[in-house]
DNA sequence: CTAATCACTGTAATTTCTGACAGTCGTCCG
DNA sequence: CGGACGACTGTCAGAAATTACAGTGATTAG
């Protein structure tokens, strides 16, 4: 078991990292803590549903990296699908593809892991605030009972990590330098993306808000210029997907 | 320390229960065997940004809840807060409000909290795959260093739990009965849905997709139908919101 | 005080969306 | 084989959104 004493440093650590190189060797070093050999850390900002950004922070082995994404394994890679569509770990195994079809690709994918030394671990979803994605893997060289034992007891502080990991690279890429433009809607806009996003006309909006429906039209043009977008649609899907207009609180 | 097959016997549980009373009887048992006296489950799903559809699953003392609902508590509530931007678990000693204007009535909210007998605690956020926001929330009457200590060591193993109680509601809520629907769209929906959440208009998805406008139209209408929804920012906003699509993997 | 920001309003031309009409073609399943 | 379903296409009228024009008034930060 680990010291918690070795988890409180990690947490704070990771409150004040500052750059990626420093979140990969903070991540190295909790990889190390907790007896893996290997991690990764991936994540997914829904920037855009055809080409969304991806921030990746390999521990992985250099030539399975290499060969994963000269492949395309992500399309099949199932801790990928585990973390894109669960809030819990996935130990590796657990993972059962059948035999057949899709399955065969699946086999090959883990078989060639195997190969490249990544044998057991799990890897842990983190859903964001933002409605991004992330995924954290940690992965041992062993293939034993030894080594699935470790990754069960690791099961809860590992999930407990990847959070805060995932905090820390949101700090620093995100609300940093970063391609991934940070967006300051006002009070207006949002409510007039919020009535937009559920089915009102500007018509519509401006009864509900006791203004002229030029007003609303005004708003939401300023809101798609703030959101880089050109027209409703795709408004009130950035604004949905990065979560910048929320269900209220303590209405229904 | 927790004993691990504990923790793995509420694991199992949670995957097999199947109804919102088992899943307060198991939210009990984790409750007790943690340590606590209290528990609570809320979460949001996004099935409208107006009025959001909630679940909750009460172990908090009855006639604190009742105040909480009639005073609109969860409005200031500081656990709620945390848990709809946060990833990371919230001790609930770390809560400091200042005695300023909103603070103010924070204060107000955790002290009356207190005379209920919910004095030392942690709320532990999830997020779903769908959009959904959930917070479980832990907590002892004793206000003192080994309660603290209690917290603190527990906080991974809650992290963990909260992930397998929110599926478990997920599972018996969303894909049961239930108010919440479950739908389903075809390819051709969600990719056009797809571009028109990317700004592109139904001549240009058109284009995109080498089919005529009007069969372009012809999707999205169908796709509006299924989410009963009357124009194409809501139905962008339902299908964003409830991931009915979703970034694709291995691009950009 | 000045500049910036936000909330607000109007007109007019053009494009896009919505809703209601009416169909074809192919596949899968009982 | 018949029925259900998905993908596909068309026209037309009315409603809504987009773009571009041109402003007012209030508040706040430097």
Redesign the interface.
């Known amino acids: 078991?680990t010291d918690?004493s070795d988890?409180?440093s990690i947490i704070e650590s990771s409150l004040t990292v500052s750059s990626a190189e420093e979140v990969h060797s903070l991540c190295s070093k909790l990889c190390q803590l907790l007896g893996f050999e290997y991690f990764l850390y991936g994540s997914?900002f829904?920037t855009?549903?055809?080409?969304?950004?991806?921030v990746i922070i390999s521990g992985f082995p250099e030539d399975w990296w290499a060969h994963y994404n000269t492949q395309?394994y992500?399309?099949i890679d199932p801790t990928?699908l585990h973390c894109?569509?669960?809030?819990?770990?996935l130990r590796w195994e657990d993972i059962t593809p059948d035999k057949t079809g899709a399955g065969k690709l699946v086999h090959k994918f883990m078989s060639e892991a195997w190969d490249f030394g990544l044998r057991t671990g799990a890897s842990f979803p983190?859903?964001?605030?933002n409605?991004e994605a992330a995924i954290f893997s940690l992965v041992s060289n062993e293939d034993n009972n030894s080594a699935r034992g470790m990754v069960?007891?690791n099961?809860?502080?590992g999930?407990?990590l990847s959070?805060?990991i995932?905090?820390a690279v949101r700090r620093i890429i995100v609300d940093g330098e970063s391609t991934i433009p940070k967006v300051q809607l006002t009070e207006r806009e949002r409510e007039c993306l919020?009535?937009?996003?559920?089915?009102k006309?500007a018509w519509e909006t401006s009864q509900i808000l006791n203004i002229s429906e030029r007003t609303v039209i005004f708003h939401l043009q300023n809101a798609a210029q703030k959101l880089q977008?050109?027209?409703?649609?795709?408004?009130?899907?950035r604004a949905?997907?990065q979560q910048l207009?929320?269900?209220?609180?303590?209405?229904?």
Chains 1, 2 share one sequence.
């Open positions: 078991m918690l988890v409180e997914q829904p855009s549903f055809v080409n969304p950004e991806y395309g992500m399309a990928v894109t569509t669960r809030v819990v770990p983190v859903h964001g605030r409605g069960l007891e099961l809860a502080i999930q407990l959070g805060y995932h905090e919020t009535w937009a996003a559920e089915g006309t977008v050109t027209n409703r649609p795709q408004a009130v899907a949905v997907s207009i929320t269900p209220q609180l303590g209405r229904s």
